[in-house]
Each structure stands twice: as structure tokens, then as C-alpha cells.
T-cell receptor, first 113, second 114 residues
Framework: QQQVKQSPQSLIVQKGGISIINCAYE??????FPWYQQFPGKGPALLIA?????SEKKEGRFTISFNKSAKQFSLHIMDSQPGDSATYFC????????????FGEGTQLTVNP | EPEVTQTPSHQVTQMGQEVILRCVPI?????FYWYRQILGQKVEFLVS????????KSEIFDDQFSVERPDGSNFTLKIRSTKLEDSAMYFC????????????FGEGSWLTVV
């Protein structure tokens, strides 16, 4: 009930390509869905987040698509760059103060020059 | 930009020893968390802390773990008697706005139990 499933586990794209990472959740009480980016040896850093009252959110090259009925959301990275190479985690939580984040398993993205 | 700071960055300890990991959350934040990440695995919630008490804890956070905010700025995680399986990166995190849910993570403390 609390799980967030993420795919693929790893992804290799060419510079300029589109990276797509997918997540699915089970708990319908979740109402906040962030994506975190993590570089080796660093903590996760918030990249972009969405709430279920919208189906899409775009910030620069990063877009979250959200399908409430399917309980799925995805991250699209347009014009992928080598500097985007990192591990990406989707997460979900209830939008109440102090709620825990439940993370997906992570996707290791490599963008080749 | 304000940040969550953690010390030590890396600690090696003998099995059975006590370990204290320290964190300084962002100064005006009210909610504090510990998460852990075993090498190559996902980030897992351990505990949340608000108003000087634990607000939620996971099944991982057993009696060997405790948290404290001793002086109004530091937030600590104590592992009483470390086990090999406690080896992981431990992340402190904080957030400050009700309903904003933007949780900021520190860079982590890498704990190796030998």
C-alpha cells in the first residue's frame, strides 16, 4: 500500500535526447509527488514536484506528467545533457505537515556526449 | 541558499559500538527527519520529529535508534549498538512550511560498521 514502483532501473540516452522515467503508486492518500536528483556522494535534491490537481508541470527542461486514475506519474527530461547524469528518485507523500516521503527504487541516468 | 549540514561525513565503527550522527537543519524549519540509504538501494524513511517529539517512525527505527534535539539547533540520531546491517548513508532532512512538503536533505553521513 505504501510502495512506489519506479522504472527503468537504468537508462542511457544520447545528448539531446529525451529521458523518460516512470513511477506508479498504490496509496490513494498520497497527494504530493516530487522527483529528486542525486549525484554520487550527495544527498537527494528536489528537482520538481506535482500535486494531483494538475496533469502536467513543466520547469525548464523537466516535465512531470501525472495520471491520477492510473496512479502513475513520469519525469521527462528534454534535451538531455551529460550534466543530467545522476540517479533520479520519484517519491510520494501525503500533503500534511511532516509527512514521510516514500521513495521509488531510483533510476540511474547516463547521458552520453 | 540555506542548507542542512551533517557531521561526520564518514564514520567507521566496530559492531556493537554506539554512534551519534549530527545534523544542523535549516534554521527556521520545524520538521526534521532521518532517512537512510543502503548502498545501491532506495532512500528509506526512518523517523520524523516535530515539536520536540517523534511524530512518525518506520519499522526500521527500532529500540536501537533514538533521536534528540538537544539544544535548539542540532538534531541527532543515535544508534545504540551498531550492527553490520546498519552500514548505510544516513540523511538528515528538514522542512518548515506546513503543507509545502519541500524537504531539504543534507549531504549525508556514511556509516560503515565493521
Amino acid at each position: 500500500q505504501q510502495q512506489v514502483k519506479q522504472s527503468p532501473q537504468s537508462l542511457i540516452v544520447q545528448k539531446g535526447g529525451i529521458s523518460i522515467i516512470n513511477c506508479a503508486y498504490e496509496n490513494t492518500a498520497f497527494d504530493y509527488f516530487p522527483w529528486y536528483q542525486q549525484f554520487p556522494g550527495k544527498g537527494p535534491a528536489l528537482l520538481i514536484a506535482i500535486r494531483p490537481d494538475v496533469s502536467e508541470k513543466k520547469e525548464g527542461r523537466f516535465t512531470i506528467s501525472f495520471n491520477k486514475s492510473a496512479k502513475q506519474f513520469s519525469l521527462h527530461i528534454m534535451d538531455s545533457q551529460p550534466g543530467d547524469s545522476a540517479t533520479y528518485f520519484c517519491a510520494a507523500s501525503k500533503e500534511t505537515s511532516g509527512s514521510r516521503l516514500t521513495f521509488g527504487e531510483g533510476t540511474q541516468l547516463t547521458v552520453n556526449p | 541558499e540555506p542548507e542542512v549540514t551533517q557531521t561526520p561525513s564518514h564514520q567507521v565503527t566496530q559492531m556493537g559500538q554506539e554512534v551519534i550522527l549530527r545534523c544542523v537543519p535549516i534554521s527556521n524549519h520545524l520538521y526534521f527527519y532521518w532517512y537512510r540509504q543502503i548502498l545501491g538501494q532506495k532512500v528509506e524513511f526512518l523517523v520524523s520529529f516535530y515539536n520536540n517529539e517523534i511524530s512518525e517512525k518506520s519499522e526500521i527505527f527500532d529500540d536501537q535508534f533514538s533521536v534528540e534535539r538537544p539544544d535548539g539547533s542540532n538534531f541527532t540520531l543515535k544508534i545504540r549498538s551498531t550492527k553490520l546491517e546498519d552500514s548505510a548513508m544516513y540523511f538528515c532532512a528538514s522542512n518548515g512550511e506546513p503543507l509545502a512538503n519541500t524537504i531539504y536533505f543534507g549531504e549525508g553521513s556514511w556509516l560503515t560498521v565493521v
